[in-house]
């Protein structure tokens, strides 16, 4: 009878977020325990986040190594990005490189979504703007993709007048 009155107020405090000054269940600083499987983490990039991360992690990522490592999460090893002013790029590697090209022209300029992503099927849109900190946008455009297995397989990028 008492290991059930201890259960069952562990349990209540848990599901009143009381538990917390009894428990340590934090990791020491920089340690990180992810045991999903790698088909739970595809799965766990919803559409929207493949939309905002593309634009964060892989075109506003100055870094080359955390460049790489996100296009190695999010992308399709077959991927294929559809640029229309630089054409098309096919595979990680491209898509690698050409960001980093494209990076590497304004490298101060921060991309901003100015509108909540949309999603249908397995496709979605997000509208942006990019430019300086404090100044007016100097690029406008959306990024259309379309998604297999919780990764993007195409990216088609589209350039928008400035609002």
């Known amino acids: 009878m ?3 009155r201890v259960v069952l107020t562990a349990i209540l405090l ?3 977020g009381l538990a917390t000054p009894f428990v340590n269940c ?3 600083p920089g340690a990180t325990l992810d045991i999903r499987t790698e088909d739970q983490l595809k799965m766990s990039n919803s559409i929207s986040t493949l939309l905002l991360r593309n634009l964060s992690d892989v075109f506003g990522e ?3 190594v955390r460049r790489r490592a996100a296009i190695d999460e999010i992308f399709c090893e077959d991927a294929v990005f559809y640029d229309p002013k630089g054409g098309i ?3 990680r590697d491209e898509i690698d490189r050409v960001a980093g090209e494209i990076r590497a022209t304004h490298l101060d ?3 901003q979504p100015i509108a909540e992503p949309e999603e249908t099927g397995n496709g979605g849109r997000v509208r942006w ?3 300086r900190r404090g100044e007016a946008p100097a690029y406008a455009g959306t990024d259309f993709i379309i998604a297999r297995d919780g990764r993007i397989a195409a990216l088609y ?3 928008d007048k400035l609002p």
């Open 109 to 111: 300029f921060r991309y």
């Open 89 to 91: 790029f096919r595979g």
């Open 2 to 4: 008492q290991t059930i």
């Open 14 to 16: 848990g599901l009143f």
């Open 26 to 28: 934090s990791a020491p």
């Open 62 to 64: 100055n870094d080359r």
């Open 129 to 131: 703007v990019e430019g």
């Open 157 to 159: 990028l589209f350039f």
